[in-house]
C-alpha cells in the first residue's frame, strides 16, 4: 500500500512530473487538478518537514504498527506480540524488501511506487503473500486478532489494486487513517489525539505534489471508513 508522485488525477490529463526520483521519495512536482503550486509552498523547511512526514509514516511502517497491536485486547499480549512481528514478515518485510529489489534493478521507478502502472503487479504480490502469512498463523494457532487485521488489510490491497489501475487514491492517507480509527477503537478515546495526524501527512501528500486534494481525501475515507469499518466487523464475528 504505497503512493506515488507521478501523474495527477482523472480530469488532468497525462500531467506528469518533471523532477527525477530520489532514494526517500522523488524530487516532482507536477500540475493538474490542484493547479500550479508556487515554489514558495513546496521548498524550504516545509518540504522538508512534509519529506518527514511521508517517510516516517509511509504505508508498509503503519501497517507494521497495526499488526504489531493487533493482538493487544486478546489474553496474552505481550507475549503474543511475536505473531504480529510474524504477520508483519509477510505483509509488510516481503513485500518493501520486492519493492527495494525492484529499485534496484530499475523496473519500478522507486520505493513510493510513483508510477501507478507498476502498482498493480506489486499488490498482487503482496496479496500471495500476506495469504501464506495467513496460512502459517493458522497452522501456528496465532491470535485471532492478527487474523482479523491481516484479513482486513486484504480487503484494502485488494480495492487499492483495483482502483491503482485508474486513479492514484492515496495509500499514505489509507494506511494512515485506517490504523488512527482502528487505535482509537482498540484502547478508547484517550487516542483521538491521533487523529491530527491524519491531515498532517495528508497535507505533506499535497506539499510533495504527490497527489490531488481529492485523492487524499479519498485515501483518508477509504482507510477510516472502509477498511477500519471492515476491521471492526470481522472483530465482532470472529472474536
Not at 47 to 62: G, N, S, Y
Request: with cysteine; proline share 6%; glycine share 12%.
Amino acid at each position: 500500500m504505497t503512493d506515488e508522485n507521478a501523474r495527477s488525477g482523472p480530469g488532468s490529463g497525462t500531467a506528469r512530473g518533471t523532477g527525477t526520483a530520489t532514494g526517500c521519495g522523488t524530487a516532482t512536482e507536477e500540475t493538474g487538478q490542484t493547479g500550479h503550486v508556487p515554489p514558495q509552498l513546496v521548498t524550504g523547511p516545509w518540504r522538508r518537514v512534509a519529506r518527514v512526514l511521508t517517510e516516517v509514516f509511509q504505508p508498509p511502517v503503519v501497517v507494521l504498527a497495526l499488526l504489531l497491536i493487533s493482538p493487544a485486547t486478546e489474553p496474552g499480549f505481550p507475549g503474543t506480540l511475536w505473531f504480529g512481528l510474524l504477520a508483519a514478515m509477510f505483509v509488510c518485510v516481503l513485500p518493501l524488501a520486492y519493492v527495494l529489489v525492484m529499485v534496484k534493478l530499475g523496473r519500478i521507478t522507486d520505493h513510493h511506487v510513483s508510477d501507478r502502472r507498476q502498482r498493480p503487479a506489486l499488490l498482487l504480490m503482496t496479496l500471495v503473500s500476506v495469504l501464506v502469512g495467513l496460512l502459517v498463523l493458522h497452522l501456528l494457532s496465532g491470535p485471532v486478532g492478527v487474523t482479523v487485521m491481516i484479513i482486513a488489510l486484504i480487503g484494502g490491497i485488494g480495492i487499492l489494486a483495483v482502483v491503482s489501475a485508474f486513479w492514484k487514491m492515496s495509500g499514505h492517507a489509507s494506511a494512515l487513517s485506517a490504523a488512527v480509527v482502528i487505535a482509537i477503537l482498540m484502547f478508547g478515546p484517550a487516542w483521538l489525539p491521533l487523529l491530527l495526524l491524519v491531515p498532517a501527512v495528508g497535507w505533506s501528500r499535497l506539499v510533495l505534489r504527490a497527489h490531488t486534494l481529492a485523492q487524499v481525501i479519498a485515501g483518508s475515507l477509504f482507510g477510516g471508513v472502509v477498511i477500519a469499518g471492515l476491521w471492526w466487523l470481522l472483530r465482532e464475528w470472529m472474536l
